[in-house]
């Protein structure tokens, strides 16, 4: 079993993720962080806390950084709607936060296993440069690191970035430089990962999972998110699946910066596949085993 660690902004893509992390057997989700990102922080810790008892978790969830490191905070809730979790209503969270700031429990959690515990992020990366800067260490504790952020393309918040790292380019460039090698799971590889007619009709069966959550998440964010019909992108959803199955996930060594000057290409991740590598960087998905490991783990999720 693989232990995971998840720092996100929930947001539709990321409720997704959880419940994926969750439905997977062979992944154990041993905490939740929160980020401000699409929605204010109030919301993304909220929604966290929502979901845990939605899905029938149990898992500590920690709230982090409301804010970026230094510029001024810009949500999504355009795309995810203004609360996060598009036209999906849970019911109040029973759960409660655990009292520790998330860089601080990031800290902990890894430093009490060391090498045992993957840690990815699906929203900006503000919480992961805190940590970093205070623990350079984590680096070495962490199996690895993944994070859904960037691209070697183009950008969906401007056209040179990607909404994650446009957000906070700074954190990420502080963690694009730390002492470990950055799975980036980026748009390239992401937006192979779209929620078409097809995909959804398998999710007819899962009760109050699809009609309470996935229809409601989805009807919203395939509306907001630009994708004109062909499925909204769940990209949150495609760094839980590297994490359960590397093999799912082509990908080639690179060096990426993220440029934190530009006027028009702020959070741009310039990625050189030819430079001395401080990353992997997704490049193909398996379309066809990414759906059938969503559709089996939220079925697990239903049926229990
Ligand atoms: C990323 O930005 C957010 O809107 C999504 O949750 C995802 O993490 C995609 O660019
Ligand atoms: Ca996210």
Redesign the pocket.
């Known amino acids: 079993t693989k232990k995971l660690l998840l720092d996100c902004?929930p947001?539709?893509?990321?409720a997704l993720a959880i419940g994926l992390a969750h439905g997977i057997p062979d992944l154990e989700l041993v905490g939740l962080t929160t980020v401000g990102?699409?929605v204010e922080l109030e919301h993304t810790t909220d929604n966290a806390l929502r979901l845990v008892d939605f899905y029938g978790m149990d898992v500590q969830v920690a709230r982090g950084a409301g804010r970026p490191l230094v510029r001024e905070p810009k949500t999504?809730a355009d795309?995810?709607g203004a609360t996060g979790l598009g036209g999906a209503v849970l019911p109040e969270a029973r759960s409660a936060l655990v009292d520790a700031h998330a860089a601080d429990f990031i800290i902990d959690t890894l430093a009490a296993a060391p090498g045992e515990i993957s840690l990815a992020a699906?929203?900006p990366l503000t919480n992961i440069a805190l940590a970093l800067r205070k623990e350079p260490r984590i680096a070495e504790w962490a199996a690895e690191f993944v994070i859904?952020?960037g691209s070697y393309t183009r950008g969906?918040?401007t056209p040179a970035a990607?909404?994650?790292v446009h957000a906070d380019p700074e954190a990420a460039a502080v963690v694009f430089g730390g002492a470990w090698r950055t799975v980036m799971i980026g748009?390239d590889l992401?937006h192979q990962a779209r929620a078409t007619a097809q995909v959804r009709s398998r999710f007819a069966g899962l009760g109050r999972l699809e009609a309470e959550l996935l229809t409601p998440c989805l009807d919203f964010y395939g509306e907001h998110d630009g994708s004109h019909g062909r499925g909204p992108a769940i990209?949150?959803a495609c760094a839980v699946a590297y994490v359960a199955n590397p093999a799912l996930v082509r990908t080639a060594p690179a060096r990426v910066d993220v440029e934190v000057h530009g006027t028009f290409t702020a959070g741009m991740t310039v990625t050189d596949f030819g430079g001395a590598p401080n990353a992997d960087v997704a490049t193909e998905l398996d379309v066809p085993a990414f759906w059938d490991l969503f559709d089996d783990a939220y079925r697990r999720v239903a049926e229990q």
């Open positions: 902004d947001g539709i893509d990321d990102g699409n999504a795309v995810h699906v929203g859904m952020g969906n918040t990607e909404f994650n748009l992401t990209h949150d």
